[in-house]
């Protein structure tokens, strides 16, 4: 399952989600074959995003599509499919969380899952499906768990610093730290009052290493964490060199198993 990650990293789209015209991405082509090959039912939910100016400054009208595989539990855990930099492998940001996410999945059938679409341009499919949360489109929602760049770190993680029942639940888990974290589509759902939090495993920090001074310290269970794979999105650096579909799994089935079924 989680060898999937390198058939993503190598199907490319044009660049972000403004720039691949109103058919399916080949990621979501990609993906969308993967639930079929393992016979998790799923829908394309389509929607447009029109007025965005292309590079060459004129308008283009482009159809998004946030990948839906409804579940029943409540729980919804979510990731985002859409990328930046098309001459990248993009395997931490967020091929690992795609891969993730499904394999889950498999784990909890009852769980909700969303693949969201247009993250890295400001959260444009989290917040079209924020809407229908609050509408009630998926069933009475609990809270959503987001993953970001979930490709090195297993049971090493930090979460971020968004208050709340889902945060308190799993820091009452695993006494995990808190990050002050970027831009991420936890922010565009808890814009519109839904219980989310965003999830983000990282690497040990090797021996005689050092981190950017910006970047806080975090450290769990006693282990400084390297923050410092952070910097290689969107970059060549977020290649499949760095990730490990060991660490994957152990992030899957020791921690987002428990938090998702406890």
Request: net charge negative; proline share 5%; with cysteine.
């Amino acid at each position: 399952m989680y060898d999937s990650i390198y058939g993503l990293c190598r199907t490319k789209n044009a660049g972000n989600c403004t720039r691949n015209g109103n058919e399916p991405t080949p990621r979501v082509k990609y993906l969308a074959g993967l639930l079929e090959k393992l016979g998790i039912e799923y829908y394309l939910d389509e929607f447009p995003l029109a007025g965005r100016e292309s590079r060459d400054n004129s308008q283009q009208k482009t159809t998004l599509y946030n990948i839906v595989i409804p579940g029943s539990s409540g729980r919804m855990v979510v990731a985002h499919h859409d990328i930046v930099n098309p001459s990248a492998d993009n395997a931490n940001d967020n091929s690992a969380s795609c891969i993730n996410v499904i394999a889950l999945k498999r784990m909890v059938p009852e769980l909700g899952v969303i693949i969201f679409d247009g993250e890295e341009i400001g959260g444009v499919g989290s917040s079209h499906a924020a809407e229908q949360i609050v509408a009630g489109d998926h069933g009475d929602i609990e809270w959503v768990l987001n993953l970001e760049l979930t490709g090195r770190g297993g049971d090493k993680f930090f979460i971020g610093n968004y208050p709340g029942a889902l945060s308190d639940k799993i820091v009452g888990m695993f006494d995990c730290p808190i990050f002050n974290t970027p831009f991420n589509d936890s922010v565009t759902l808890r814009a519109r009052g839904i219980d989310s939090t965003v999830i983000n495993p990282l690497p040990a920090l090797e021996a005689g290493k050092s981190v950017p001074h910006f970047f806080q310290p975090v450290v769990m269970d006693g282990v400084e964490l390297d923050t410092s794979i952070l910097m290689n999105c969107h970059s060549a650096k977020d290649s499949l060199s760095t990730i490990s579909t060991d660490d994957m799994r152990v992030f899957v089935e020791r921690v987002l198993y428990k938090i998702v079924t406890s």
